[in-house]
T-cell receptor, first 113, second 113 residues
Framework: EPEVTQTPSHQVTQMGQEVILRCVPI?????FYWYRQILGQKVEFLVS????????KSEIFDDQFSVERPDGSNFTLKIRSTKLEDSAMYFC???????????FGPGTRLTVT | GEDVEQSLFLSVREGDSSVINCTYT??????LYWYKQEPGAGLQLLTY?????DMKQDQRLTVLLNKKDKHLSLRIADTQTGDSAIYFC?????????????FGTGTKLQVIP
């Protein structure tokens, strides 16, 4: 069964450093998303992406964040200058033409020290 | 804005039925979902219901939707220890051609052998 994959599974970085989180969505899906979950808190929507542009972004998704689909398979989330409060689990998701079922990846745990 | 609320914790004995409840605020929700998150893992879509339905059954899972009260429940029949996880209720609404998903706080289900 096709699945969304994410790398790395765990990333440790120092405050102020740039990180890139990578996702490979399901191959025929058209809509891509990033969510985050701070430990013990809700899963929060960050951004949606369709047709090579951002469809919608939340208040959390400020100028420090950017997304890109650099080729036909990868979808990346870049955090330009990480802060301690960026420590969270980041989930990528994708949905197909019917776009009502969002399939989530296993997540990348980002720890900012 | 959209808000989804769930009780934080539920404990049941193996073999009993579990009922996890959820309330949501947005009456224009299109789909309502239940996701399962096992420790250290991603979000697994368990089932979903379209907002014009009031019940959906899928093997041991029964979803009930009371649209008037904006109440959604997930019943797990014959609960097993492998069902121990956090269960997230989520709602989505059409936004710019895709479904924007809002998650609840999650209910931690503990199954006692």
């Amino acid at each position: 069964e096709p699945e969304v994959t994410q790398t790395p599974s765990h990333q440790v970085t120092q405050m102020g450093q740039e990180v890139i989180l990578r996702c490979v969505p399901i191959s025929n899906h058209l809509y891509f998303y990033w969510y985050r979950q701070i430990l013990g808190q809700k899963v929060e929507f960050l951004v949606s992406f369709y047709n090579n542009e951002i469809s919608e972004k939340s208040e959390i998704f400020d100028d420090q964040f950017s997304v890109e689909r650099p080729d036909g398979s990868n979808f990346t989330l870049k955090i330009r200058s990480t802060k301690l409060e960026d420590s969270a689990m980041y989930f990528c998701a994708s949905s197909g033409p019917g776009h009502y079922e969002q399939y989530f990846g296993p997540g990348t745990r980002l720890t900012v020290t | 804005g959209e808000d989804v609320e769930q009780s934080l914790f539920l404990s049941v004995r193996e073999g009993d039925s579990s009922v996890i409840n959820c309330t949501y605020t947005d009456s224009s929700s299109t789909y309502l979902y239940w996701y399962k998150q096992e420790p250290g893992a991603g979000l697994q879509l368990l089932t979903y219901i379209f907002s014009n339905m009031d019940m959906k059954q899928d093997q041991r899972l029964t979803v009930l939707l009371n649209k008037k009260d904006k109440h959604l429940s997930l019943r797990i029949a014959d609960t097993q220890t492998g069902d121990s996880a956090i269960y997230f209720c989520a709602e989505s609404m059409e936004s710019g051609g895709y479904q924007k998903v809002t998650f609840g706080t999650g209910t931690k289900l503990q199954v006692i052998p």
